[in-house]
């Protein structure tokens, strides 16, 4: 079965300090998208960063890295300089036919001035 | 260029009613979804359309109907609306291929009493 999973409910960071945010995914497929979203408190769904299976080099947008491990069957988000802003909901998912996407339960990211 | 549009953003039904929560893009996206979002759960996909007159389920699609008559459109039917599908509900389209993100419209909050 596909599944994503987030094992950090909730997380802590200074502000202008790096975070992890962690994500590993199941799948037998060969070919998968893996995605990175934020939803802020305004509830909207924002994309951040998106890393394709067969790709070599690490996914970066900015601020956000995505650190793909294929073996270990990770993509965890690293967002550099964490801002005020970067206070949501994180949330992992991957894609693997037509518009299937599966999403994990989110990690609710905090930043403390 | 409005992106994903939603109507209404807020809704309150008693047990047993029908509604239909409107879903429009304007990117000539072929590939169309609606998910529910409860919540620690992430979102769920309920049905998926990858053109027009072709659904199909997704994870959670018991107790909804969708069509696809046009492009552009991709309506969520309520039959009779139960307790249990309290929930946000948010549609998203894209061209359809593993690199190509999902564009969310800003969510329906459902309350059904």
């Known amino acids: 079965a596909q599944k994503i999973t987030q094992t950090q409910p909730g997380m802590f960071v200074q502000e202008k300090e790096a975070v992890t945010l962690d994500c590993t995914y199941d799948t037998s497929d060969q070919s998968y998208g893996l995605f990175w979203y934020k939803q802020p408190s305004s509830g909207e769904m924002i994309f951040l960063i998106y890393q394709g299976s067969y790709d070599e080099q690490n996914a970066t947008e900015g601020r956000y890295s995505l650190n793909f491990q294929k073996a270990r069957k990770s993509a965890n988000l690293v967002i550099s300089a964490s801002q005020l802003g970067d206070s949501a909901m994180y949330f992992c998912a991957m894609k693997t036919s037509y518009d299937k996407v599966i999403f994990g339960p989110g990690t609710s990211l905090s930043v403390i001035p | 260029n409005a992106g994903v549009t939603q109507t209404p953003k807020f809704q309150v039904l008693k047990t047993g009613q029908s509604m239909t929560l409107q879903c429009a893009q304007d990117?000539?996206?072929?590939?169309m979804s609606w998910y529910r979002q409860d919540p620690g759960m992430g979102l769920r996909l309920i049905h998926y359309s990858v053109g027009a007159g072709i659904t199909d389920q997704g994870e959670v699609p018991n107790g909804y109907n969708v069509s696809r008559s046009t492009t552009e459109d991709f309506p969520l039917r309520l039959l009779s609306a139960a307790p249990s599908q309290t929930s946000v509900y948010f549609c998203?389209?894209?061209?359809?291929?593993?690199?190509?993100?999902?564009?969310f419209g800003p969510g329906t909050r459902l309350t059904v009493l």
């Open positions: 990117m000539n996206h072929e590939y």
């Open positions: 998203a389209s894209s061209y359809g291929g593993f690199t190509d993100t999902q564009y």
